[in-house]
């Protein structure tokens, strides 16, 4: 990958110009981001809205210690005091909330507390330490410290519990209706989790897991809402979960859990496990931070003070999480995924958690110019959207979402081929974006809603029961455009891309005359 460089230039007063420590080398880019920059927030004041992710880049899972109850999109807040575990997530904002969920969390003790609220722990930032690739943070009420660390389907994690006879693992599979196994012979825990928040979703929508263990369990259980059932382990029901227990652990005694997941099956998830092979924890790490280093150390920046160095790359992080992938590599070698427009298992590519009102006039742009081969990627799976769902996304939470306005997924293919993309079905999408400007899809925020009266009226009238109507003329307006441009470079004839040059002018109709 050719670097990109890029300068700081910064108008600072003369006197903190001097004073300020200036980054002239960054040989770790990795290690100026901070995953809690943007955490200290809450629904009435949106100052940030992230979580401490801890995965790869564009990973199809990623963790995060958990400080909300279950499904709450704030599902970690810096202020908070409390972790009530520790949960892999897809979430790319907490208005959007998250899909296919599962938490992990140690405790000591009673067996009973197995519920968010007995199991939470209270916790200090003193005793955290945040990564994009590993996370560690001491749970003062069960005297347990628990690290975790990623690859793109599958995580490890190493609890360091006190000298105890009651030291115990909780999984939770979240609501919605959820299973879970415990395997004692093989010292695993399997199940699924169908609970997502935006939808609709294919009836089959499952996220698999698997949890391996590096001791044997001297108690097992499995629990629903709030019953604990002894000895019982396998168990479905709306909510439910696993608890197992370990033999006497000696003071700093580690457990290994190593986990994976997958959209497709119980079997594939077993298979995403071998993404950890025979490393060990520190192994996992050191190649996590590589990776990272890798994505993050395609921009070189020097000139900026440490503070300006560390907001860089601390974006740079978050615009390399989403869109994620939801594909996964079966048994041959092939690429494929579970889709969530039809259900079906199909080969390709595909990506979700984004929505392109939001994106296109940016990140789409800036993955053009400096992952390129990703957003490849990302176009191809754009195409299967389209074939499998008959329109594409413009938020996709995995599947279609019912959220924001716009047609801006012709942008987002426009973009891409006019700034030299090659190599892709892109045939497929010029069919896509022309479906999608001449239709209304099967909820408002696909295709275009309006569609009529906009083709034929030149705007979206205020009064037809269609809100946005302003906006959507406007955005329809813009979309035509790169539509009109997408064409022109793929040598379209005038007599079929001619109407969308004609329709960019729309935005003219929304002024008084």
């Not at 916790?123 to 590993?134: G, L, T």
């Not at 009226?457 to 269609?466: F, H, S």
Request: with cysteine.
């Amino acid at each position: 990958m050719k670097k990109k460089y890029l300068a700081f230039l910064f108008a600072l007063e003369i006197a903190n110009f001097a004073q300020a420590q200036l980054v002239t080398k960054v040989t770790d880019p990795v290690d100026y981001a901070n995953p809690l920059m943007g955490t200290d927030s809450k629904p009435s004041l949106s100052t940030g809205n992230t979580y401490p992710a801890i995965g790869r880049p564009w990973g199809m899972n990623f963790w995060t210690a958990q400080t909300g109850r279950n499904g709450d999109g704030w599902q970690y807040v810096y202020a908070s005091d409390k972790i009530r575990g520790f949960k892999q997530t897809h979430q790319p904002s907490p208005w959007m909330n998250d899909y296919g969920v599962f938490s992990i969390m140690p405790i000591t003790g009673n067996s009973n507390n197995f519920d968010q609220e007995k199991r939470a722990s209270w916790f200090s930032h003193k005793a955290e330490i945040v990564k994009p690739y590993y996370y560690s943070v001491y749970l003062a009420d069960h005297d347990v410290t628990t690290e975790l660390t990623a690859t793109e389907r599958a995580s490890m994690f190493r609890f360091t519990f006190p000298k105890t006879d009651s030291a115990f693992i909780v999984v939770d599979a979240f609501d919605k209706a959820s299973y879970i196994k415990v395997i004692p012979s093989e010292n695993k825990i399997i199940g699924y989790s169908t609970q997502y928040a935006r939808g609709p979703l294919p009836k089959n929508f499952k996220n698999y897991f698997v949890i391996q263990f590096d001791h044997s369990f001297t108690t097992t259980g499995t629990w629903s809402n709030q019953d604990l059932y002894r000895g019982q382990n396998e168990i479905t029901d709306k909510h439910v979960g696993a608890i197992v227990g370990f033999p006497s652990l000696k003071r700093g005694e580690k457990v290994i859990a190593k986990v994976a997941s997958s959209f497709i099956s119980a079997e594939q998830a077993e298979l995403n496990l071998k993404e950890l092979g025979n490393d060990n924890f520190e192994q996992v790490v050191a190649k996590g931070k590589a990776s990272w280093n890798k994505t993050l150390g395609a921009i070189d920046v020097s000139g900026g003070t440490i503070d300006q160095v560390r907001t860089f790359y601390s974006c740079l992080y978050r615009a390399v999480f989403f869109p994620n992938k939801l594909y996964e590599i079966n048994a041959k070698g092939d690429i494929v995924h579970w889709s969530p427009y039809n259900g079906e298992i199909l080969p390709g590519y595909m990506f979700g958690g984004t929505g392109f009102w939001d994106t296109f006039r940016a990140l789409y742009p800036f993955l053009n110019l400096v992952y390129p081969s990703v957003n490849k990627e990302m176009q191809e799976g754009l195409a299967n959207d389209y074939k499998e769902g008959g329109f594409l996304p413009e938020w996709s939470s995995p599947g279609f979402a019912d959220i924001m306005v716009g047609n801006n997924s012709a942008s987002v293919v426009a973009e891409a081929y006019i700034k030299g993309l090659r190599g892709y079905d892109i045939e497929t999408l010029w069919k896509a974006v022309t479906h999608g400007a001449n239709n209304e899809g099967p909820m408002g925020a696909v295709g275009r809603k309006g569609v009529k009266y906009y083709n034929s009226l030149g705007y979206v009238p205020y009064n037809v029961g269609i809100n946005e109507n302003a906006a959507r003329t406007l955005e329809y307006a813009y979309d035509d455009y790169a539509i009109y441009r997408l064409g022109k470079a793929l040598g379209k004839p005038e007599s079929e891309i001619g109407i969308y040059a004609k329709r960019a002018m729309n935005y003219k109709n929304l002024f008084d005359k």
